[in-house]
């Protein structure tokens, strides 16, 4: 159905999700005009291949202007809702709204939701990878970094949709998914690190508010899934007429927990094991909980124990997520860029009983290191390897907590970090590259410091 045939649309950057949704309002036949403030050679294949297909382009510095002359504004996650332009273009009665809120808008199957500030897209990849078992229909998509709003007319009703959700794509979203998982919520995003974005949560209360929406629209034939042990995703289900289900990692009394290091979830009274850690290929006893989750929102959508057993076994980490890059001389190197939090460092650092020479810090998001600098003075940390604009605020953590281990400095390449951990390292040793924070300082992104980190050591010898 031609729904937005003739309707003159603005699509603002064309990144991923706007390359897709340029893809989808050119199959709906509409107007478009991709606005970025990129020049056409800095879009490169982007702008060469929407340009042989009639689309209008307003690019560089102005590239916001004389948005009231459009009927909708396609927003990125990256630009914040609330900057002046869209204001103003909302106030004349432009309709603003983002490929999710678009791809909720025409989706013909049920979604299944999930956000948390880290944990969603390791989450999100076992329920696809479960329902894949069950040999249905799946589609992985959003944060994850997969758009799925030009490929909505493949997608059947009896298909199965995962979509990872960011604060940054439910913060102005007006539609609930049917099953929201709401991980663990600590805080995030409150700086704009990315100097090509202007979105962040000027605090921890509009951080909470921004992912409020996954289940502020749910109806009571939904279902709400929350972490038991985390108040503020506990607090959720107060916010849904939705069926309401829990997990944990403390108590038993959750429909699914952790136990001496093995998942079981409850079904209609019955307990049935999932796994244990030794089963696993996934790397930490952090991820047991992402597990229990997963395993919980697939049963509860209707997927057998047996599918869920045997895809959360075979399941292996998501790239930069405690991938392991390869082992050499006895000493084993680690990728964990997408750790850009304090608490996922942490998470990484407790997954290893060897020495470890940690290589921590970036671009700052505001974050508060104490908690990270009492677990590095109690940890088998033996070398911090402190880079980016935080390294000093990390160091000064550390030392606060009484870290005694040696700490490296004033390393300003990738090539000078891995070269002199692999100088220090001795076998047995772990070298984990777990910023604990943004990229932005040093490199485009968290993959190309991952990507970054992962050629160097591919390269020692």
């Not at 439910?170 to 609930?176: I, K, P, R, Y």
Request: aromatic share 8%; with cysteine.
């Amino acid at each position: 159905m031609l729904i937005y045939k003739d309707k003159k649309i603005a699509i603002l950057g064309l990144s991923v999700e706007g390359v897709d949704c340029a893809s989808f309002f050119s199959q709906q036949q509409a107007h478009i005009t991709c606005c970025d403030r990129r020049s056409a050679a800095e879009l490169g294949n982007s702008y060469s291949h929407f340009k042989k297909c009639s689309v209008s382009f307003h690019l560089g510095k102005d590239y916001l202007d004389h948005l009231e002359q459009y009927d909708i504004i396609v927003r990125t996650p990256g630009m914040s809702p609330r900057i002046p332009e869209l204001v103003k273009a909302r106030q004349s009665g432009v309709v603003i709204t983002s490929a999710t809120q678009l791809f909720f808008d025409v989706c013909p199957a049920s979604i299944i939701g999930v956000t948390g500030t880290k944990g969603k897209g390791t989450t999100s990849s076992l329920i696809s990878e479960i329902f894949k078992e069950e040999k249905r229909n799946v589609w992985l998509g959003g944060n994850i970094g997969i758009p799925l709003l030009s490929s909505v007319s493949k997608i059947r009703p009896s298909d199965v949709v995962v979509y990872e959700l960011s604060s940054f794509q439910l913060e102005d979203l007006h539609t609930s998914p049917h099953i929201a998982v709401v991980l663990t919520i600590t805080c995030d995003h409150l700086a704009n690190e990315d100097p090509n974005a202007t979105n962040y949560h000027k605090d921890i209360t509009q951080y909470r508010e921004a992912k409020m929406p996954i289940v502020k629209y749910q109806k009571a034939e939904d279902i709400v899934i929350v972490n038991a042990d985390n108040a503020t995703s506990k607090s959720f289900a107060a916010l849904t007429p939705a069926s309401r289900f829990s997990f944990s990692s403390h108590t038993q009394m959750a429909d699914a927990y952790v136990f001496g290091n093995t998942v079981y979830v409850r079904k209609n009274g019955s307990v049935s094991k999932i796994c244990s850690m030794d089963e696993i290929r996934l790397l930490g006893v952090h991820n047991l909980e992402n597990i229990a989750a997963a395993s919980l929102t697939a049963i509860v959508a209707g997927a057998s124990v047996r599918s869920v057993r045997r895809a959360v076994t075979s399941f292996c980490c998501l790239p930069h997520r405690l991938e392991h890059v390869r082992s050499l001389n006895d000493v084993s190197y680690y990728n964990d860029s997408f750790s850009t939090t304090p608490e996922t460092a942490i998470a990484a650092i407790r997954s290893f009983n060897t020495p470890i020479i940690l290589i921590a810090g970036g671009s700052d998001k505001k974050s508060d290191y104490t908690h990270l600098g009492n677990v590095l003075a109690d940890s088998t940390v033996r070398v911090l390897v402190a880079i980016g604009i935080t390294a000093d605020k990390i160091v000064r953590a550390a030392h606060r907590a009484g870290y005694k281990g040696l700490v490296k400095r004033n390393l300003k390449t990738m090539h000078e970090i891995v070269s002199y951990c692999a100088k220090i390292a001795r076998p047995g040793d772990t070298v984990l590259l777990s910023p604990s924070c943004a990229s932005f300082d040093m490199f485009k992104n968290y993959k190309e410091r991952g990507n970054q980190f992962n050629h160097e050591v591919t390269l020692l010898s």
